[in-house]
DNA sequence: GCAGTTTGCGATGCCAAAAG
DNA sequence: CTTTTGGCATCGCAAACTGC
């Protein structure tokens, strides 16, 4: 390296900031290379994830959180309009937009946080060179701050970490709709299972937490609680069954009402991992296991399928979740919650940050009063040592555990 | 209180049959 | 022939039990 001391040339291409610009536009214009699905007002666009993560700090969490091949991303309550404007504006830095759309444009703008358009645009980041300041298309009524806008559901096939006998067929989905996007198939497990599942134990999806600000789902203190996809056991699973639903997340603010969301958000489901590692589906507060796969179709069983003689069944198209046979039995949310929570307890004790009689006291209320929490604590530390013991095992050397060869 | 053993049940995979 | 549903055997985890 020292070697390099001598006198050093400076290659600047003038162009450069053009042709990035021009380049990027090109392919979104082509459609080429194209790598997520963004899908509003009821069309499809295809785009880039690392033009949308540029530009925008919420696009970039969001793909680094589901680090899927090729993401649907659906973004409810934006209207398509708006999105290939924001679009535009990403790929060249400007955008015409009629004076009665420019209120809806900025107001997408900023939920999405699309640099440029925000208030919030952090002057401290890599801001875009070729991204012009916009403050001349900036309206005094911008000044509404910002909600964080809920992360959309990004539809993925992710992270199968267990062998699968039979693998998701790539073949393009036959949707109804104009989605051109592949049900995407991502066998990357990426060490990210605490996004959904992590490997050695249960885990729920993460963004939850970000869930929590919107309000629009069930704000207990549980981190996990959204797991349901609603909290009510009132609710009426009739409400979609025989019905597709996508999994889909609103963008808050845009729309004060909860959208098709009519039953209070119980349309949302979620991809789990089961504590054996299979991918299970949450959905309307009824858990799915993961039956079989068929083409580009995924069909899901209630897991009480077994003890309770369920015939509950769904499948799922491409992120649609059709019902497909009425469940025996109502909605079993207290059940998945404590699951939950006991999946919550098991890693914080794993991580042995905090010591047992602190994580069981931070625990809500409801469900210390529900639950005999002494005998689920004993069971809990115990099953917990158990795990240390079989991992120090686990650790150890073949040689070590070698016995000698007695022939009989 | 801890460690070892037993037991119950959930999870999983596979197959057959029904339906279209 | 393809798609979907019903049934069940098996495996393995975790709770329950027992003894030290």
């Keep these: ?44 666009v295809h785009a880039h994830k690392i033009v949308l993560s540029v530009c925008s700090p919420y696009f970039k969490e969001l793909f680094k959180v589901n680090p899927c091949k090729h993401p649907i991303v659906i973004l409810k309550d934006v209207g398509h309009k708006e999105l290939v404007a924001i679009l535009q504006f990403m790929y060249q830095g400007e955008v015409n937009v009629q004076q009665e759309d420019l209120a809806t444009f900025l107001k997408t703008a ?157 349309d949302i489901a979620r991809y789990l991992r089961s504590p054996k590692g299979a991918h299970q589906l949450v959905h309307n507060g009824y858990i799915y296991t993961r039956d079989r796969i068929f083409r580009d179709t995924d069909f899901w069983r209630c897991c009480e399928n077994n003890r309770l003689r369920c015939r509950g069944r769904c499948k799922t198209v491409c992120g649609l979740v059709t019902v497909t046979a009425e469940h025996n039995h109502m909605p079993q949310n207290e059940k998945i919650r404590l699951k939950a929570f006991m999946a919550d307890v098991k890693e914080r004790l794993a991580k042995g940050e905090e010591s047992a009689d602190e994580i069981f006291a931070s625990l809500p209320s409801d469900i210390l009063e529900t639950y ?30 070698q016995l000698p060869f007695v022939q009989t």
């Design 110 to 266: 900023e939920l999405l946080q699309i640099k440029g358009l925000t208030e919030n645009d952090s002057p401290a980041t890599n801001t875009p060179p070729s991204v012009p300041d916009t403050s001349e298309t900036t309206p005094a009524s911008r000044t509404t701050q910002p909600s964080l806008p809920e992360p959309p559901v990004v539809q993925s096939e992710d992270t199968p970490v267990h062998p699968y006998k039979r693998m998701r067929s790539e073949t393009p989905a036959p949707s109804s709709t104009s989605v051109s996007s592949p049900c995407t198939v991502n066998e990357d497990t990426g060490g990210v299972e605490i996004v959904e599942m992590s490997k050695p134990k249960i885990e729920p999806v993460d963004y939850e937490s970000d869930l929590e600000e919107v309000g629009r789902l069930p704000s207990h203190d549980d981190p996990l609680a959204q797991l349901l996809g609603g909290e009510s056991s009132s609710h009426s699973h009739q409400d979609s069954a025989q019905g597709t639903v996508p999994i889909f997340a609103s963008i808050p603010g845009l729309s004060q009402d909860s959208g098709s969301s009519q039953d209070g958000g119980q």
């Design 372 to 401: 005999d929490m002494s005998s689920l604590k004993q069971s809990l530390m115990r099953s917990h040592r158990l795990l240390r013991v079989r991992e120090i095992f686990a650790k150890k050397p073949a040689r070590s555990v």
């Design 1 to 44: 390296m020292g070697e390099t001391d001598g006198e050093q040339f400076s290659l600047r291409w003038n162009n450069f900031h053009n042709n990035l610009t021009a380049g990027f536009h090109a392919l979104l214009q082509e459609e080429d290379l194209v790598d997520v699905t963004l899908a509003a007002g009821g069309q499809f």
